[in-house]
Each structure stands twice: as structure tokens, then as C-alpha cells.
T-cell receptor
Framework: GQQVMQIPQYQHVQEGEDFTTYCNSSTTLSNIQWYKQRPGGHPVFLIQLVKSGEVKKQKRLTFQFGEAKKNSSLHITATQTTDVGTYFCAGLAVSGNTPLVFGKGTRLSVIA | DGGITQSPKYLFRKEGQNVTLSCEQNLNHDAMYWYRQDPGQGLRLIYYSQIVNDFQKGDIAEGYSVSREKKESFPLTVTSAQKNPTAFYLC???????????FGPGTRLTVT
């Protein structure tokens, strides 16, 4: 079945450094979504990418969807302590009527 | 105030007992989902439902059961057959278009 791989599993950065997490799907995607889960909280939707090669920005966060619609990345510029949490990507396969498949997430720690 | 609610937040049970987790949404969403989250494992899909009185198994359905008698409600029963039930359980809902999922606050189940 469809698999979504996400790396790295953990990332520790100094405040002000940049951070990137990468997501790879085993199948072509209809869309890819990104979620953030704060420690002790629940996942909250950040963004959805639909088009091949799409790039979207939300303040210091930049999201990219690969040309082949099988990979994606989330880049945070100049991390802040408020960025702490686990970032999940989730892909919806083009083929079939299957639900969203989540990656295992990247846990970000920011050292002040 | 639209949203998705789960109760209780914490639940403790003895081994061998069935336990039912509640999930209610007032977002008028057709699709509802149950996920299990363990440390380092991301979100694993237990069951999902796209219409009342119908539901499908996810990746880890063994030892769990669900019902969808009303559009707003999707309770999950963790049966005594579930070998390792202690986990954080998240309920989510979405439209049928495969878009954004809204998550409830989760229930932390501890079975001893």
C-alpha cells in the first residue's frame, strides 16, 4: 500500500537557525498536506499543496510540492521557540478511494 | 462554535475491559477517522467512515470496533482483544474531497 516517508525523525536547532523536513511518497499524490502538533496537543492543519511544483509561503514557513507530485518539503527560516512541535506531512493518493496517509513526523526542538 | 470533541481527555482501565471513546463533530463533515498515536510512530489509521452506517478498516483495525449511526458521532471501542491498547487516540473529520482534516483534542488511554 501507499507509504509516506518523512525525514529527519528529530531535529534540534538553535533559535534563529533554519529547519527543513522532507516527505516522500511511494505513489503519485493528488495533494499533500502539512500539519503541526504542539507538545501535548493535537495535529493542526497548516497547508495543502495540489499543483506540481507548487510553492506556498506562510510567514517564515515555505512549503514545496515536487514536480512529480511524490515529494514535498517544509522549510522554516530563522526558527523561534514557538516553532517547537512535530510536523507531519500527509499525502492523498491519486489512484483509488484511499484516505490520507500520514508520515511519522519530524519533531523539532528549538534551543533558545 | 464549530468543532470536534473527544471525551474523556484521560481514561484508565483494567486489562480485559472494553472501553468506548467518544467523538462528536458539528462541522457537518461526512468523513470521520480514528487514529492511534504512539511515541515515534506518527498517526496510524484505525477506522474511517465516509457515510452513516458504513465504515472501513484502516491499517491497524484489529482489536477495535466502531459504529456510525449518526453523521455527527463516531465512537471507537477498544476491546479486550487489543494487545497493547495504551496510547493516545485522535479522532478527526473532513469533507469527502480529501481535504483538511480537523482533529479533536484526543483521549489518552492507559490500560493496566
Amino acid at each position: 500500500g501507499q507509504q509516506v516517508m518523512q525525514i529527519p525523525q528529530y531535529q534540534h536547532v538553535q533559535e534563529g537557525e533554519d529547519f527543513t523536513t522532507y516527505c516522500n511518497s511511494s505513489t503519485t499524490l493528488s495533494n499533500i498536506q502539512w500539519y503541526k502538533q504542539r507538545p501535548g496537543g493535537h495535529p493542526v492543519f497548516l497547508i495543502q499543496l495540489v499543483k506540481s511544483g507548487e510553492v506556498k509561503k506562510q510567514k517564515r514557513l515555505t512549503f514545496q510540492f515536487g514536480e512529480a507530485k511524490k515529494n514535498s518539503s517544509l522549510h522554516i527560516t530563522a526558527t523561534q521557540t514557538t516553532d517547537v512541535g512535530t510536523y507531519f506531512c500527509a499525502g492523498l493518493a491519486v489512484s483509488g478511494n484511499t484516505p490520507l496517509v500520514f508520515g511519522k513526523g519530524t519533531r523539532l526542538s528549538v534551543i533558545a | 462554535d464549530g468543532g470536534i470533541t473527544q471525551s474523556p481527555k484521560y481514561l484508565f482501565r483494567k486489562e480485559g475491559q472494553n472501553v468506548t471513546l467518544s467523538c462528536e463533530q458539528n462541522l457537518n463533515h461526512d468523513a470521520m477517522y480514528w487514529y492511534r498515536q504512539d511515541p515515534g510512530q506518527g498517526l496510524r489509521l484505525i477506522y474511517y467512515s465516509q457515510i452513516v452506517n458504513d465504515f472501513q478498516k484502516g491499517d491497524i483495525a484489529e482489536g477495535y470496533s466502531v459504529s456510525r449511526e449518526k453523521k455527527e458521532s463516531f465512537p471507537l471501542t477498544v476491546t479486550s482483544a487489543q494487545k497493547n491498547p495504551t496510547a493516545f487516540y485522535l479522532c478527526a473529520s473532513s469533507g469527502l474531497d480529501g481535504g483538511e482534516q480537523y482533529f479533536g483534542p484526543g483521549t489518552r488511554l492507559t490500560v493496566t
